[in-house]
């Protein structure tokens, strides 16, 4: 095993193949290790996420060597079936580049058990490994689109597309079963440990799967915001729902939690309850009933028009009253990028999957705002005080001004030439108009230059990652990035910058400052973990 650094409380665990992997996975949900929250597995690696207060990195890492991966044989889990309709339009270059007919691709991938080896890329979209064997290189052009139910082979795994998106896996057929469904009590159809066998159904014509949309909100009797304008994107967001990458789900949430529990507790909520996540100002309501509310996050003007005309602009982190038929809109910011809107009680909105954040890559969570939308509140009389001493944890960050972002180096700077980690530090960073709660794109006058070619096995990734594609330019994770990815990390942001980059605004410039350079973790000796 080789162990390297992912930010302050990641670590990533390489090995030498995907059944090392999968043993050394099945080993740690056997036994757990305490202070570990959650485990990523990949093609030869394990994601392990940990609290750092509760144990070290290199401790962790040496409990993890200590672990027996001489892998006994999975045991088989649940077989699931699923027709395929064999008329991909990459189907006769994989035989081309196979050696093999048409007709014998489909015969092989039809006729041995193929076995979920973990899931990531997109909600219910599990690496498939086994069965046919076949390894064949991704297309050197990705596509733009692939339509959802497209069932595909990339490296020595298949898939099968749970939604459109882009994608650069070689289409071999396309099937109507539906992968995600969060009306199951399961959505993923396809688990960590589950079996699949394809079945041939035969020519088709093209085949449609549908796919569930994320819900609107619904009209309310009581107390609600009704929505005249959402301005660029208003989401409803709160701390996500961790702990679902079995199904490749990551946690999504706020791109700034501490403004998020800041204006819950000035409202008296718990610290963790939806608000709403305003972009760049333009978010315009009206208030049916009575209730209380709470701004935070960028600098910007919020503006209370009463019923008869009255005009009130209440303070950013204070809680203020909003009466019946009182109008509120929010100005763009002049400092930062998203405000949080709280409002006393809480959203009436369902959760999904236990969440009210919206994840706009993984389309999971309540739909985007829109004009005449209504937001029922939850009644509260009583409960917790609003809190009057509510600050902001930094200075919000301008467009005209250079951020400096704290980086920890890893897990993959040795992909890079040294002189690429260096200039990772030394140059400045423009943010893009193209970045979004995905991640923020960056453009730097020299891009950053790999050492080590070829392609790197998808593995997980962590929100503040720096993946560096091969333009060179790179792209920093934020809150709804896709579980795993395959291009190379040079650096992570450290968690105590992570807020202050979710409020930097498009054309602003950003430094990354090293906390040390690059190093491999070394597990501790077996005596200063005893001491611990």
């Given amino acids: 095993m080789r162990f390297y650094p992912v930010s302050l409380d990641a670590l990533l665990v390489e090995l030498a193949n995907l059944d090392e992997t999968l043993a050394l996975f099945d080993a740690l949900q056997q036994a757990p290790i305490a202070g570990v929250q959650e485990i990523v597995p990949a093609a030869r690696t394990l994601l392990v996420h940990f609290r750092p207060g509760f144990i070290s990195r290199e401790a962790l890492a040496a409990q993890i060597a200590a672990r027996d991966i001489s892998a006994s044989a999975r045991q088989a889990g649940k077989l699931i079936e699923i027709p395929v309709h064999y008329n991909g339009e990459d189907l006769a270059d994989v035989a081309q580049a196979l050696g093999i007919s048409t007709d014998e691709v489909i015969r092989r991938h039809t006729g041995r058990d193929y076995s979920v080896a973990f899931c990531g890329f997109a909600p219910g979209f599990a690496y498939l490994s086994g069965g046919a064997g076949f390894v064949v290189p991704r297309r050197s052009t990705p596509r733009t689109r692939i339509p959802a139910g497209a069932v595909a082979l990339a490296g020595g795994f298949s898939g099968i597309y749970p939604q459109a998106s882009p994608g650069g896996w070689q289409i071999i057929g396309v099937t109507g079963t539906r992968m995600w469904d969060l009306e199951r009590d399961e959505p993923a159809l396809l688990q960590p440990g589950y079996r699949v066998r394809f079945v041939d159904a035969g020519p088709s014509a093209e085949q449609r799967v549908s796919v569930a949309t994320p819900s609107r909100s619904t009209t309310h009797t009581g107390t609600a915001l009704e929505i005249l304008t959402p301005g660029l994107q208003t989401l409803l967001q709160d701390l996500g729902r961790p702990g679902r990458a079995g199904q490749g789900v990551s946690a999504s949430g706020a791109l700034d939690r501490g403004a998020l529990r800041a204006a819950n507790r000035a409202v008296g909520n718990d610290a963790g309850s939806a608000c709403l996540e305003v972009l760049m100002g333009g978010l315009a309501f009206t208030c049916h009933g009575q209730t209380v509310a709470a701004v935070t996050g960028a600098d910007a003007v919020v503006e209370v028009r009463s019923a008869d005309g009255e005009v009130l602009r209440p303070a950013l982190y204070a809680p203020f009253t909003l009466q019946d038929g009182d109008q509120v809109s929010l100005h763009a910011p002049t400092a930062g990028l998203r ?194």
């Fill in 339 to 532: 405000n949080y809107l709280a409002i006393r009680g809480g959203f009436t909105h369902a959760p999904v999957l236990g969440s009210l954040a919206t994840d706009t890559l993984a389309q999971v969570g309540p739909a985007p705002l829109a004009a005449g939308d209504r937001l029922g509140v939850h009644a509260r009389v009583g409960g917790a005080a609003v809190s009057l001493t509510e600050q902001p944890a930094f200075a919000m960050p301008r467009r005209d001004q250079v951020i400096t972002l704290d980086v920890v180096m890893g897990p993959r700077s040795d992909w890079f030439t040294a002189e690429a980690q260096a200039l990772l530090a030394e140059q400045v960073w423009q943010m893009t108009p193209q970045s979004n709660r995905i991640g923020i794109r960056l453009a730097g006058e020299q891009p950053l230059q790999r050492a080590i070619d070829g392609e790197l096995p998808s593995e997980g990734t962590t929100v503040g990652a720096i993946q560096v594609p091969p333009s060179g330019q790179p792209v920093l994770f934020l809150a709804d990035r896709p579980l795993t990815g395959g291009y190379p990390v040079i650096g992570v942001v450290a968690p105590h910058h992570l807020d202050l980059a979710g409020q930097i605004p498009v054309n602003a410039r950003i430094r990354f400052n090293p906390l040390g350079a690059f190093e491999p973790v070394r597990p501790a000796p077996s005596n200063e973990i005893a001491a611990r």
